[in-house]
């Protein structure tokens, strides 16, 4: 519960502003954080969502030309997803909101309990074997 509200809440910077929903901006904020390219199956792991929606969400940006597919020369059948310039700005202008926004939900907490929490979060991350590499992601089946 406390995940979906703290989602929601930063969720009005990029709706409201950008015409972003939640999916499109896990797609965009997980290929802004890698920098890299990486497949549609990666961000459906690394963020929990379900295939069928990250596919939705990666069709609407490419209509509106903040990602592109690379395709792999050796299997036309595969390809990664990676940022456009357009894309990279828009994450760019973005973060310093998001991050003054999630500063502002956890100023309840002290400097000591904000850095035990992140630790704690770490510790149960590294407990549930979260994917951490794209290569990790697109070994997995079923994402």
Same mark, same amino acid.
């Given at each position: 519960?406390?995940?979906?509200?703290?989602?929601?809440?930063?969720?009005?910077?990029?709706?409201?502003?950008?015409?972003?929903?939640?999916?499109?901006?896990?797609?965009?904020?997980?290929?802004?954080?890698?920098?890299?390219?990486?497949?549609?199956?990666?961000?459906?792991?690394?963020?929990?969502?379900?295939?069928?929606?990250?596919? !939705?969400?990666?069709?609407? %940006?490419?209509?509106?030309?903040?990602? @592109? +597919?690379?395709?792999?020369? *050796?299997?036309?059948?595969?390809?990664?997803?990676?940022?456009?310039?357009?894309?990279?700005?828009?994450?760019?202008?973005?973060?310093?909101?998001?991050?003054? !926004?999630?500063?502002?939900? %956890?100023?309840?907490?002290?400097?000591? @309990? +904000?850095?035990?929490?992140? *630790?704690?979060?770490?510790?149960?991350?590294?407990?549930?074997?979260?994917?951490?590499?794209?290569?990790?992601?697109?070994?997995?089946?079923?994402?």
């Amino acid at each position: 519960r406390l995940a979906a509200e703290v989602s929601s809440a930063l969720s009005v910077e990029y709706q409201q502003r950008y015409g972003l929903d939640i999916p499109e901006w896990r797609v965009l904020a997980t290929l802004g954080f890698r920098n890299d390219a990486c497949s549609a199956q990666y961000i459906s792991h690394c963020t929990r969502t379900h295939k069928s929606t990250i596919s !939705r969400a990666v069709t609407a %940006l490419m209509a509106r030309q903040l990602i @592109e +597919r690379i395709e792999n020369t *050796h299997d036309r059948r595969e390809f990664k997803l990676r940022l456009t310039r357009k894309g990279a700005a828009l994450y760019q202008k973005l973060i310093p909101r998001l991050l003054r !926004r999630e500063q502002e939900i %956890l100023s309840c907490l002290s400097a000591q @309990e +904000r850095k035990d929490f992140a *630790h704690v979060l770490g510790k149960i991350e590294k407990s549930l074997g979260l994917v951490q590499t794209s290569g990790e992601a697109d070994a997995k089946q079923g994402y």
